[in-house]
């Protein structure tokens, strides 16, 4: 089990930037797929950002253009760069890793995951 820890969360206003750190217990890159998700009280969680086993990143249309994710290997550590922040971006955001699964003939990441952070909240004010 991987065991995340996430940081770098606040208040800023719109327009403005932050990055988010999510650092793993034990080397993950290249092995899991792992990336950032979102949520929104009442509303369901929302898939940000994902790198997969092959280092391909998948973004949501959402934030295509103004988030960047990025990682690490010798510190453990994944980055979520975070520019133009919208009060639309205002969520939970959480680090999330597993295995990739095989399915339709293929290995991918997987619809859910096992092992999340405690989550590191983003507010965007107008």
């Known amino acids: 089990q991987v065991h995340l820890v996430e940081s770098g969360g606040g208040s800023v206003q719109s327009g403005g930037s932050l990055t988010l750190s999510c650092v793993a217990s034990e080397y993950t890159f290249g092995s899991v797929c792992i990336g950032w998700f979102r949520q929104v009280p009442g509303k369901e969680r929302e898939e940000v950002a994902v790198v997969d086993t092959w280092g391909i990143t998948n973004y949501a249309d959402s934030v295509r253009g103004r988030f960047t994710l990025s990682q690490d290997n010798a510190r453990n550590t994944l980055y979520l760069q975070i520019n133009s922040l919208k009060p639309e971006d205002t969520a939970m955001y959480y680090c999330?890793?597993?295995?990739?699964?095989?399915?339709?003939?293929?290995?991918?990441?997987?619809?859910?995951?096992?092992?999340w952070g405690q989550g590191t909240q983003v507010t965007v004010s107008e």
């Open positions: 999330a890793a597993d295995r990739t699964i095989y399915s339709n003939g293929r290995f991918q990441c997987p619809p859910d995951y096992r092992n």
